[in-house]
T-cell receptor
Framework: DSGVTQTPKHLITATGQRVTLRCSPR?????VYWYQQSLDQGLQFLIQ???????AKGNILERFSAQQFPDLHSELNLSSLELGDSALYFC???????????FGPGTRLTVL | QQQVKQSPQSLIVQKGGISIINCAYE??????FPWYQQFPGKGPALLIA?????SEKKEGRFTISFNKSAKQFSLHIMDSQPGDSATYFC???????????FGPGTRLSVLP
């Protein structure tokens, strides 16, 4: 157990809908990262937050957005969902000055 | 230039054998090279990592070999066990552990 929690574990929704994925980092970790894992794209970095501020952006679509709250938990919002958004979404956290990223168990999103 | 290449895509090894997975990168600014292990239905877990000022790092049965001039690094799993059967991802990062770029993964099967 990495100490990173993600909810929900599974999410099934329809095209055009909006969903919110939640992540709680390890105690004391200030950085949160979001990744998308699909069969054909592998693990893709989406976005990073550090202590509430956006720090880095990867291959994140404009339909997706994220935020990190004062208690350091983070939410990833996915809107106008398409079939191709079906994937595993992982959150990871790391401590200040740390190289390691600790991954949560992921949320499996299925868009029908 | 941000890509990390990984081979083979899949690997079958007999119990007790050596598993070798190779990765290559182009961006000489990468400063941290971790390997992650992922079991089905779980998030990736950090296995071992190396920085470019070191040519080899060993932790138990797992060894990273790093060739800076060739821009290649590899994971060796000695005395492979059926419990090692998982997908392995190499990665490279910029800026001290941020902005991870993952390889496409290698599915390892260790036969009993």
């Amino acid at each position: 157990d990495s100490g990173v929690t993600q909810t929900p574990k599974h999410l099934i929704t329809a095209t055009g809908q909006r969903v919110t994925l939640r992540c709680s980092p390890r105690s004391g970790d200030l950085s949160v990262y979001w990744y998308q894992q699909s069969l054909d794209q592998g693990l893709q970095f989406l976005i990073q937050y550090y202590n509430g501020e956006e720090r880095a952006k990867g291959n994140i679509l404009e339909r997706f957005s994220a935020q990190q709250f004062p208690d350091l938990h983070s939410e990833l919002n996915l809107s106008s969902l398409e079939l191709g958004d079906s994937a595993l979404y992982f959150c990871a956290s790391s401590p200040f000055g740390g190289y390691e990223q600790f991954f949560g168990p992921g949320t499996r999103l299925t868009v029908l | 230039q941000q890509q990390v290449k990984q081979s083979p895509q899949s690997l079958i090894v007999q119990k007790g054998g050596i598993s070798i997975i190779n990765c290559a990168y182009e961006n000489t600014a990468f400063d941290y090279f971790p390997w992650y292990q992922q079991f089905p239905g779980k998030g990736p877990a950090l296995l071992i990592a190396i920085r470019p000022d070191v040519s080899e790092k060993k932790e138990g049965r797992f060894t990273i070999s790093f060739n800076k001039s060739a821009k290649q690094f590899s994971l060796h799993i000695m005395d492979s066990q059926p419990g090692d059967s998982a997908t392995y991802f190499c990665a490279a990062s910029l800026n001290y552990g941020q902005n991870f770029v993952f390889g496409p993964g290698t599915r390892l099967s260790v036969l009993p």
